[in-house]
């Protein structure tokens, strides 16, 4: 049989109608689909596309029970090395990863393994009435910081391996940067929930509302016989660029936007958490959470969204089908400009601070690309004199983030770098402290939901080679 050169497409809502609501835009693969999709792979012995996985899913072998229409062993086989198959079938770039090794990918598109993944998660997750086999305690007791995508790899490894394990979560559901980052369109809260209850299942405690540096420090874990931590805490700081106007009303991060949209709602009619439902916005950034809050502040009611990125479309470092889904929305790109100044007015009648004013636009200046620099990109060099101005009511910055140093500034003998990331070990993610891991963006700064998974999978079994010695 002749191999299809390109993949099956997934059904997508129409821009049109989804650019105004939070229902989920990729419709995902029905049977039929999956199974000619399965049939493109070549099935290779050198099996080029797990190493491209940070979690190591045996990929051909799941796609071949894909071709069989056997879906729950499909699952059973993604489960093996990831808790969270239908989370990465969504939000995973496997485009750079798994499918970028694709043998087939040399000559045709290569095979769509993120799709099939999420096909068989969702097949799982609506049709499997089965309980999962818990295997019995082993007498070891292990703490987990944080529920994000790190977190509850680590906890769902262990959980699995007999141990007994508790995640505290600072905020009031578990999920981490899936719940409050990620937009229902991307990822509806549903899958997540369901995933967390899957870990539940196995044994795992989550104990929400704990902030650990304040409610609880590390030490104290120990001391209630806890035996390891992970610290899976993520990236929550904000950062900002230091120009004039960052204080104006209508400024906001982008974790701050997201947060109040994706965990509060603030999209409902009956939300009670406040949001700026702005006209004009523009969103500084040309990352995932760039495109997230640009579509997102599009679906709030502006009526332009523009995304304002210093260097040009082919460094943007989204994931190419966010961009694509972006464009095909309406979102506007600003490229090749850099923002010097945010314009305001001031309100007199805010007697609170009378100087703090509310966005009017955003002065920008147009750049070109100039030698690559330190990490192999371009330098974005600004051109003199070609300033003007963007006139919105709302700015979103999206330039990145940092670890919080609350649990540093109370964990005595952490060691982390300039940045803010944990000091681990590589192959262990083992940290400073004794019997202290870390993994994810607590380490790395903010980076993919993959890469924070395999983290946690790393310390998960340096964590079970060290407490079964």
Known sequence: MA???????????DPKIRARNFKEVALGYREEDAVLEANRCLNCKNRPCVQGCPVNISIPEFISKMKERDFEGAYSIISENSSLPAVCGRVCPQE????????????????????????????????????????????????????GPSGLTCAGDLAKKG???????????????????????????????????????????????????????????????????????????????????ESLKGVYSANEFLTRSNLMKAYAEDSQTPILKAKN????????VAMDAARTALRLGAENVY??????????????????????????????????EILGYENPED??????????????KKCELGEPDEQGRRRPIEIEGSEYVLSVDCVIMSIGTS????????????????????????????????????????????ATVILAMGAGK????????????
Not at 110 to 136: C, M, T, W
Not at 281 to 288: D, E, I, K
Request: glycine residues 12%.
């Open 96 to 147: 750079s990863q798994c499918e970028s090794k694709c043998t087939l990918g040399i000559k045709f598109e290569p095979v769509a393994i993120g799709r099939l993944e999420r096909f068989a998660a969702d097949y799982h997750n609506a049709y499997s009435q089965g309980k999962v086999e818990v295997p019995p305690l082993n007498g070891h007791k292990v703490a987990v910081v944080g529920s």
């Open 281 to 288: 916005v523009a969103v500084v950034g040309g990352g995932n």
């Open 163 to 245: 141990y007994k394990v508790t995640i505290f979560e600072a905020l009031h559901l578990a999920g981490g940067v899936l719940v409050y980052g990620i937009p229902e369109f991307r990822l509806p809260k549903s899958i997540v929930k369901k995933e967390v209850e899957t870990l539940k299942q196995y044994g795992v405690d989550v104990k929400t509302n704990v902030v650990i540096g304040k409610t609880l420090t590390i030490d104290e874990l120990f001391a209630d016989g806890y035996e390891a931590v992970f610290i899976g805490s993520g990236a929550g700081l904000p950062r900002f660029m230091g120009i004039p106007g």
């Open 403 to 446: 670890p919080n140093p609350l649990i540093k500034d109370t964990t005595q003998g952490l060691e982390v770098n300039r940045h803010g990331g944990i000091i681990v070990e590589e192959s262990t993610g083992l940290t400073s402290k004794e019997r202290v891991y870390a993994g994810g963006d607590a380490v790395t700064g903010a």
């Open 3 to 13: 191999i299809e050169p390109k993949k099956h497409e997934m059904p997508v809502q």
């Open 307 to 340: 995304i304002v990125y210093r260097r040009s479309m082919q460094e943007l470092p989204a994931r190419k089908e966010e961009v694509e889904h972006a464009l095909e929305e309406g979102i506007q790109f600003e490229i090749l400009r850099n923002p010097v």
């Open 458 to 469: 790393t310390a998960a079994q340096a964590i079970d080679e060290f407490l079964s010695k």
């Open 351 to 364: 007697k609170h601070d009378p100087k703090n004013g509310f966005v009017t636009g955003i002065r920008v």
